[in-house]
């Protein structure tokens, strides 16, 4: 399995607070990605970094941030968490050629 | 509009009777379409790359073929452990970004 750790896995925060995930690689892959998975519809992409401190939006990035400062590290924050951000989070990598993804086992994010 | 459309949503099926899951997509030049499986609580996992039109890959009792407007999951004889949600994805070309569709949730009853 690849080396995809996502933290924490389950967090419950009320609205209005910053929240941070974390995904951490030992893969050394290039691209990371954050997604969020709702019913109905689907993985939709977030924010993603084709390299460290290179990042881009995705379809739904709205109210969220991400940074990269080391390859092995990619954070996505809420800086001020709504109630329609409680999701499931999943980050991914991509190797250099970036044709396959490999996901972490999600966080499940609440907010109250 | 890049789009990625499964069905069924959901399908169930008795333990060795075949069938297919169906991928429909729109991309300006597709670069690759994916199947992924996913266990519930779990991650996505890869299952295979089609980038042409008539390409087809084998996976036990999987098989996925690709034409230029969608592509098929094909499952023979399935057994109850291939009770899972199977995601498509297209990547456009010279794009860093996988489009995900909502995914077909399979039952396999004993």
């Known amino acids: 399995d690849a080396g995809i750790t996502q933290s924490p896995r389950h967090k419950v925060t009320e609205t209005g607070t910053p929240v941070t995930l974390r995904c951490h690689q030992t893969e050394n892959h290039r691209y990371m990605y954050w997604y969020r998975q709702d019913p109905g519809h689907g993985l939709r992409l977030i924010h993603y970094?084709?390299?460290?401190?290179?990042?881009d939006k995705g379809e739904v990035s709205d109210g969220y941030s991400v940074s990269r400062s080391k390859t092995e590290d990619f954070l996505l924050t809420l800086e001020s968490a709504t109630s329609s951000q409680t999701s499931v989070y999943f980050c991914?990598?991509?190797?250099?050629?970036?044709?396959?993804?490999?996901f972490g086992s999600g966080t499940q994010l609440s907010v109250l | 509009e890049d789009q990625v459309t499964q069905s069924p949503e959901a399908l169930r099926l008795q333990e060795g009777e075949s069938s297919s899951l169906n991928c429909s997509y729109t991309v300006s030049g597709l670069r690759g379409l994916f199947w992924y499986r996913q266990d519930p609580g779990k991650g996505p996992e890869f299952l295979f790359t089609?980038?042409?039109a008539g390409e087809e890959k084998e996976k036990e009792r999987l098989k996925a073929t690709l034409t230029k407007k969608e592509s098929f999951l094909h499952i023979t004889a399935p057994k109850p452990e291939d009770s899972a949600t199977y995601l498509c994805a297209v990547q456009a070309g010279g794009g860093n970004q996988f489009y995900f569709g909502t995914g077909t949730s399979l039952t396999v009853i004993p």
């Open positions: 991914a990598i991509g190797d250099h050629t970036n044709e396959k993804l490999f």
């Open positions: 970094s084709y390299g460290v401190k290179d990042t």
């Open positions: 089609l980038y042409s």
